[in-house]
């Protein structure tokens, strides 16, 4: 295992535990359909490690071009506007529970990028401020590497019956590196104890109109009656000489690592015993980032992650102030940076540094530096060629389809391979623009033709002849 648990077998961390959804925001309904964010705050005795993990194993992007469904999420809330590489803010977290677990409906504030597919969707929800369903169906139908996600959200794994009841997973690629330099792909995942449980959309519709937070207080009264949930923690592994062999990109968002292929090592447990006592102090004012890493664990080039790097700091920011990480449940420790002033600055200047302490790496005063990594960050550098290699931009190809396939017809329950083909066929009766019906029509013709024969007889299209498929 990496450092952060060098303490060896039996170490035990405190953790904060925030659950999300995405495209609500504050006050939406927890059993919309959407995923589901689990976003975890490790403190390990070598510094804050943040999960910010999906309870999907893969996302609807895998590169930064992504900010256009980020986009699609916004509305022009509270005035609020940042512009950047991928920069957004979420709006207030509704209700929680902690230790440390939460409810937080996230949501992109709109910032001015303009992407052509979404350009339509885009200028209606800043001129009307509602939500666009067309522009989803829309980016997803030309963006068709989505479909692996878009099938989990329309099965009824898009709609949990607990946050205690589904699994989380870091989607990404990290690698985990010795002291010497040694290294492996990593991806980690949280397996629900309590088992996976959903409801139907006809039963999560009720409940989003009875009880908006239904899930947020069903988690408080679960653990409140000392019924913790818990989770078993695993890792997959990969070295590079495996992920040269392996069909995709070992970095490619849009890709699971079969189990039987990589199974999933246990490494611990995640056990949620302690509700927040102040709902604002422990859970709304909680900051994550992708980029909190521990020595020994370190980001891979998945140009996703990269750019999330950047943005969860940068919504922080402006969400919490420059200060965020001097709010005690955000705080190591102690922290040292060179932030010395601003918003809510109420110590002396740097956590324990002199007051004085100059904001750069200097020799006066308490001179700050950087920690010194135990290895040298050359050795860990991914190939610039073959299947690690970071893509600028990345194609659709007849390969994307694979794994939805066996998704479909190896993983999915009876019950998920009807409630998506019902979901789905719901999903696009409400959108009028035929051609975006036709192209998500067409997508699911390159998964499997006989899922689009029962999509296509419920709105009442064929799937095209010849498909392309990304050919
Ligand atoms: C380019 C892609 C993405 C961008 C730009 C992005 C951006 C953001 C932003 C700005 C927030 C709000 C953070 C805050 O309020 O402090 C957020 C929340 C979140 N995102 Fe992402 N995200 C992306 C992809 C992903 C992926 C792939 C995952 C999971 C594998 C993920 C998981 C989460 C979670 C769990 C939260 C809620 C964290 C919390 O409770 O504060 N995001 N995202």
Redo the contacts with the bound molecule.
Sequence with gaps: MAAPFSEGVGTKVPLTL?F?TVAGESGSPDTNRDPR???IKLRTSKGIWDW???NTPV?FLRH?Q??WI?NRYSRTIQGSHQVGL?A???TLPTSATDSLCSF?V?N?IQRPIFAPQLFNGFIFAVVINFFLIFSTRDYWSQNQEAIGQVMRLFSNRGTPKSWAQMDG????TFKFVTASGSWHYVKIKATSKQGIENFNATTALQLAASNPDYLTQELRERIDAGNFPTWEVGIQTMTLEESKKFPYDVND?TKVWPEDQFPVQPVGNIVLNKNPQNWFAEIEQ???SPGNLPPGVEPSNDP?LQ??IF??PD??RH?LGPNHLEIPINCPVSVNNFQRAAWMRVDGGAGNLAPSAPNYPSSFASPVRYAPRPYDLSMIADPLEGPALVKASYKLSPKDFEQPNQLFNKEFSDDERSSMIANVITALNSVTVNQVKQRSLDMFACVDPAIAQKIGAGIGLKASSPLSCGK
Excluded: E, Q
């Design positions: 925030r999300s964010g689990f976003a910010v993990f999906n996302f930064v992504l900010d980020i991928v957004a803010s979420s937080t996230r992109a997973f870091s989607g990404h968002l909680l900051a994550f996703v750019s999330r943005s969860y919504t922080a969400r």
